[in-house]
């Protein structure tokens, strides 16, 4: 499975451990519904170690999409909350992220 | 599994397909896609630029503001040297607030590097991608219909947009840092050039003056007392001693 960290790359990381990333997910959403700014940057530093732990990088002469994406290191909880409504954070992008992949 | 990296790569390749529902045939986007990247690519490359300019401005200053510490605590001994505590205090205190000031700047620095080194790890990543992009376009556009090519044009390109999104929030992030940076940058060379924080290029400012007045009245007191050894003739004991203490009304 590949998964991108904005702004660092993609990494490659087997489909065995997508359970451990998604719990990590998990309390990563729970953080931001909850404004806990301390606990979703607690959270989001877990998921990001562990999917560069548990991942090797996708070769830079690769044309792959991602199969999931990642905020940046140091995003804050309101980035994060634009990210998801889609204000603004993606340059150049058209309003509406209803379709599925 | 709906989570928030599941949404975030929602977003990213709706703008990918959106491109491609558009075209008629999609052999076409891949050549105007190409011409994005290739944009892309001169913009992540001036934003190397951009960032590196800042960061070097920045050294400029820290360089600028260390010398201005060091000649305070020259003029603090000195001032102390002369009797004067509270000019030397003066002196220490302004110091400290420069020192202040590199530390700051030091955690700018800092912060402007690592957007540096990941705008040339975005331009190095986007140049291979847009190089094996260009490959596959053209044997894509020779081997294949339309309609064949489709699925293969599809992977090439939602590859290539996702790479393009991701770089291109990543000149923006470099550029909102660079332009907070930049009106710092602006409001300490204000600083600097306005002589508050003692700017040893050459401003002024009344701790300079006081301590030159300081320097002015010892070499006054030295001369007169010279001239009033010559005037007593030759005989005369000599009270030529550093009269430090008398020269504040000059």
């Known amino acids: 499975m590949i998964i991108r960290i904005l702004t660092e790359g993609q990494f490659d990381v087997p489909d065995g451990n997508v359970e451990e990333l998604n719990q990590l997910d998990e309390t990563l959403e729970a953080a931001i519904r909850g404004d806990d700014e301390d606990g979703f940057r607690a959270a989001l530093e877990r998921l990001l170690d562990r999917v560069r732990e548990l991942g090797s990088p996708v070769p830079v002469e690769d044309l792959v999409s991602s199969d999931l994406l990642l905020p940046y290191a140091d995003v804050t909880l309101h980035e994060v909350r634009d990210l998801l409504s889609g204000d603004g954070l993606i340059p150049g992008r058209s309003s509406g992220a209803t379709s599925a992949g | ?250």
Do not use: C, W
Request: glycine share 6%; net charge negative.
């Open chain 2, 1 to 250: 599994m709906s989570s928030i990296m599941q949404r975030i790569s929602l977003i990213f390749r709706s703008k990918a397909n959106t491109a491609l529902d558009k075209a008629e045939d999609p052999r076409q986007v891949l050549d105007y896609s190409y011409v994005k990247q290739q944009e892309l690519l001169q913009k992540v490359r001036r934003g190397v630029a951009d960032v590196s300019t800042s960061r070097k401005r920045l050294e400029l200053q820290i360089q600028q503001l260390d010398q201005s510490a060091q000649k305070l605590q020259g003029q603090a001994q000195q001032a102390l040297a002369a009797g004067r505590e509270d000019l030397a205090r003066e002196a220490l205190t302004r110091k400290a607030g420069i020192q202040q000031q590199i530390a700051d700047l030091q955690i700018q620095h800092a912060q402007l590097q690592g957007e540096e080194e990941k705008l040339i790890n975005a331009s190095q990543r986007l140049q291979a991608k847009v190089e094996s992009f260009r490959t596959k376009k053209e044997t894509l556009k020779a081997s294949y219909t339309a309609a064949e090519a489709q699925t293969k044009i599809n992977e090439a390109f939602t590859g290539i947009s996702e790479e393009m999104g991701d770089v291109g929030m990543a000149i923006e992030r470099a550029e909102d840092k660079t332009a907070q940076m930049q009106a710092r940058a602006g409001a300490v060379d204000e600083l600097i050039a306005s002589g508050a924080l003692n700017d040893p290029m050459g401003g002024t400012n009344d701790l300079d003056a006081e301590l030159a007045k300081l320097g002015a009245g010892t070499a006054v007191d030295a001369e007169l007392a010279a001239m009033k050894a010559q005037l007593e003739g030759p005989s005369a004991p000599a009270q030529i001693e550093g009269q430090t203490t008398q020269g504040d009304q000059a």
